[in-house]
């Protein structure tokens, strides 16, 4: 039987099976019309050279496998919470979260990539090969010859029985690579949101009481805030004063004095959260939790700038533009004994989005002019 392409004798069966790895590379690359005229280990097995070209492909891959093992351990454990400029060092480790993760998960795909092309020029069969193109599907004694050009081929880069310390690097930095990969993935699952019961981070905000005390509306910088120090119609962003409260998400809250005389709907339920022109109300869009905060003080609009929601504090932060479904939840205010405004309690009601949305998006809200009971 000879091959339709090329006119070659193709050995029988047996004879095939009787052949070597390399008599059956020779014949399955004769078969494809390759002719290689030269073709074999690149270096004597165990020599100097090739002691020195395995070393170098195992440095790439213990390079990956361990910058994938970094990126994620700092994905898990690096200090990553916000923290504001008055934070010092620990402001620093924040902003060196991103850079980290990007050089060591980074660093793990360009080193195990340089460590392949260090594998195919270093320790792969050195061939210099000659083919004629053709078309069509191979046939049948081609995929079976393939089988022994890819084991020969396995055979003499030495990775069947011999570079134990190249197959164990390669296998650290394909499991670096792959944790590398799944840890971002899977980090979300780590931590249970719920484990702390009714006082869960998704139940409560830093705004409720501590210890039955209240909690004061403090600026970035921990300076409290009294009504004198903010001018009619202005708008100031306040934090809790508990510590590391600028980390919360749903913390800030933003502090409106309106221009007195102002006509004002108050939403059902929610009589007595101002504190006279004062009104507050969380700065967390409940759309997807961009922050609010263009304030246009005639018409009384905020503006999320990531999808153009509006909110109108004229008539309790009720959406009127955009995407957002409800309004923005209102933090009751009053003053301490020394005048500073504090949190008289939580917010009612969900801050932000996510899952609230099930049960209260649809949810109607009523509201009626200051003063009066419609
Ligand atoms: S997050 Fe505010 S409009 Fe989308």
Redo the contacts with the bound molecule.
């Keep these: 039987m000879s091959h339709p392409l090329h006119g070659m004798r193709i050995p029988p069966a047996e004879e095939v099976a009787r052949m070597t790895r390399e008599e059956k590379a020779r014949l399955g690359a004769a078969l494809d019309g390759v002719d290689l005229v030269e073709y074999g280990e690149r270096y004597v097995p165990g020599s100097p050279a090739d002691k020195r070209a395995e070393r170098q492909v195992v440095r790439w891959f213990l390079l990956s496998g361990l910058l994938g093992l970094l990126a994620a351990v700092a994905f898990i454990w690096w200090p990553q919470q916000y923290q504001t400029a008055y934070a010092g060092s620990k402001q620093v480790l924040y902003a060196l979260y991103t850079p980290i993760l990007g050089i060591t998960f980074g660093g793990c795909i360009l080193a195990f990539g340089i460590g392949v092309i260090a594998l195919a020029k270093k320790i792969a069969p050195h061939e210099l090969a000659i083919q004629e193109r053709h078309i069509g599907m191979s046939d049948e004694i081609d995929r079976q010859t393939l089988g022994g050009e890819i084991t020969d081929t396995g055979q003499k880069m030495g990775l069947i029985k011999r570079r134990g310390m190249i197959k164990a690097s390669l296998a650290l930095a394909g499991g670096g690579l792959g944790v590398a990969v799944a840890v971002p993935l899977l980090g979300g699952f780590i931590k249970n949101p719920w484990a702390a019961g009714p006082q869960s981070e998704l139940w409560v905000t830093p705004w409720a009481p501590v210890n039955g005390n209240k909690v004061r509306l403090v600026q970035l910088d921990g300076t409290p805030v009294r009504p004198e120090d903010i001018a009619a119609g202005a708008l100031v962003t306040v934090y809790p004063a508990v510590p590391d409260s600028v980390m919360a998400g749903d913390a800030p809250v933003m502090l409106f004095r309106l221009r007195p005389n102002t006509p004002v709907r108050i939403r059902d339920g929610q009589d007595g959260f101002e504190y006279g022109d004062f009104y507050a109300y969380s700065k967390i869009?409940?759309?997807?939790?961009?922050p609010?905060s263009l304030y246009e003080q005639q018409t009384g609009r905020v503006l999320?700038?990531?999808?153009?929601?509006q909110f109108d504090i004229f008539d309790g932060a009720r959406p009127v533009f955009?995407?957002?479904a409800r309004p923005l939840p209102q933090l009751p205010i009053g003053l301490d004994d020394e005048g500073y405004f504090v949190a008289e309690r939580d917010f009612i009601e969900p801050v932000g989005?996510g899952f609230w949305e099930s049960d209260q998006g649809s949810r109607p809200w009523g509201s009626h002019l200051k003063g009066s009971s419609t």
């Design positions: 869009c409940t759309h997807v939790g961009c609010v999320c700038p990531c999808h153009q929601s955009g995407p957002a989005p």
